[in-house]
């Protein structure tokens, strides 16, 4: 079945309230916000929308309440020209909702969310044949028993899979071992694997079976295994503002370059300068780059990649 997508992400959305605050408050302290927003946002949301930013066609599968806030979850989306077929929505259920809190100093962010349960997807709310839809799909493991069998599945056709975990829990290690493109947060993969040393979590990653695994490092940048050697990959120095999103555009900036092909040092060069250029605006989706603004901004580092494109 030939592709109709270059990227079809399944996963999280949310709406988010973004509190900027002087500092971290105390436990019972009572601490006046400088100022209050809100953003769409969610993880695959987000990714979907990046790549959607920086030129491909993109679809959304997931879960929204029958809300107002459904609905601007889903509004920059429409206004990207996402395929959303896929989206289902719950009669009488609130959609995920996400508080964030963002130090004005750092621009470093802590996250409260709330998801009501009947949000969660099975394999049976996928229409047939979504998985051989797109070229590359974006997955979370939001739904454990829906990301295992769409890992299975996307093997099985030979579409490559971006898998965005960030919590440990029950049955991950298999997942991670199933797709291509484990990318997981450094912390997270010192828990899984019981080490600090990344090549032995990476190799963990690469023996259950995963053929590109990444460990994303926040402000120390990215590191991967390709064929049983190391990648790093050094962040951007920008000015920082506010770091929600920024793991989300990772994964969907590097999902473009497996799109276009681009090899592991490029493709880890290209997600790293996409999620450091988000970091420069506020929200999850606020500073996601057209694809001219993104290889204009590695240019002009001294680090341009070719076939990127404009």
């Known amino acids: 079945m030939s592709a109709a997508l270059d990227v079809l992400g399944i ?41 959607a930013r920086l030129g491909l066609r993109t679809g959304f599968v997931g879960a929204i309440g029958d809300d107002v806030a459904g609905t601007r979850i889903l509004a920059p989306l429409v206004e990207a020209g996402v395929e959303l077929s896929g989206v289902r929505t719950r009669a009488g259920v609130r959609s995920r909702g996400a508080m964030i809190l963002v130090d004005r ?11 009501p349960a009947a949000l969660a997807l099975t394999p049976g709310d996928l229409e047939p044949h979504t998985v051989e839809r797109a070229r590359v799909l974006l997955l979370d493991a939001s739904d454990p028993e829906l990301a295992q069998w769409v890992a299975v599945e996307a093997r099985r056709a030979g579409r490559p899979v971006v898998l965005d975990a960030d919590t440990l829990q029950p049955g991950l290690r298999k997942l991670l071992g199933a797709v291509d493109h484990p990318i997981v947060p450094e912390r997270l993969a ?6 600090e040393e990344l090549r032995e979590a990476l190799s963990g990653m690469a023996r259950d079976g995963a053929r590109l695994p990444v460990v994303t ?9 390709v064929d049983g050697r190391l990648v790093q990959s050094p962040a951007f120095d920008v000015r920082v503002l506010d770091t929600t999103g920024a793991g989300d555009v990772f994964h969907g900036a590097f ?31 606020g500073g996601l780059p057209t694809r001219g603004e993104l290889m204009d901004f590695l240019a002009s580092r001294g680090r341009p990649i070719e076939g990127g494109g404009r």
Do not use: Y
């Open 11 to 51: 996963g999280e959305s949310s709406l988010d309230q973004v509190a900027w605050l002087p500092h971290f408050p105390r436990f019972g302290e009572k601490l006046a916000m400088t100022d209050w927003t809100e953003h769409a946002g969610g993880q695959i949301a987000t990714a979907v929308l990046a790549c």
């Open 105 to 115: 100093a750092s621009g470093e962010r802590t996250v409260l969310w709330h998801r």
């Open 190 to 195: 010192q828990a899984l694997f019981g080490t």
């Open 217 to 225: 490092r926040g402000a120390a940048g990215a590191v991967a295994m």
């Open 255 to 285: 999902a473009f370059g497996r799109v276009r092909g681009l090899d592991p040092e490029d493709l880890l060069r290209l997600a790293n300068a996409a999620a450091g250029m988000s970091c420069r605006f506020p929200g999850a989706q």
